[in-house]
Nanobody
Framework: QVQLVESGGGLVQPGGSLTLSCAAS????????MGWYRQAPRKQREWVAR???????NYADSMKGRFTISRDSAKNTVYLQMNSLNPEDTAVYSC?????????????WGQGTQVTVSS
């Protein structure tokens, strides 16, 4: 059974920083793309960033320059470094990953971690 588990969420003041982690565990062949999404109260889920297995990154326009996605393939973990946070960044942040198992590819999601930006 494959699981994605996020950590690192919490309460941070405006202008502050936070780093989220998402670790994949279980039995699988490889992890392809990994990404982060977020969902604020009363809003639709929003894509944040993604990183390929080769390290190529893409960001939503509103995150560019403030957020940095990275991964440690040896640890099957993806990170999201968030800087210059503002109240509009308050949301549940979830990671996902395309995981290959015996020749097939599946999308897995974590349970989400709450990020609250408030003074």
């Amino acid at each position: 059974q494959v699981q994605l588990v996020e950590s690192g969420g919490g309460l941070v003041q405006p202008g502050g920083s936070l780093t989220l982690s998402c670790a994949a565990s279980g039995t699988f062949s490889s992890i392809n793309d990994m990404g982060w999404y977020r969902q604020a109260p009363r809003k639709q889920r929003e894509w944040v960033a993604r990183i390929s297995s080769l390290g190529t990154t893409n960001y939503a326009d509103s995150m560019k320059g403030r957020f940095t996605i990275s991964r440690d393939s040896a640890k099957n973990t993806v990170y999201l470094q968030m800087n210059s946070l503002n109240p509009e960044d308050t949301a549940v942040y979830s990671c996902n990953a395309e995981i290959s198992i015996r020749g097939s590819t599946y999308m897995y999601w974590g349970q989400g971690t709450q990020v609250t930006v408030s003074s």
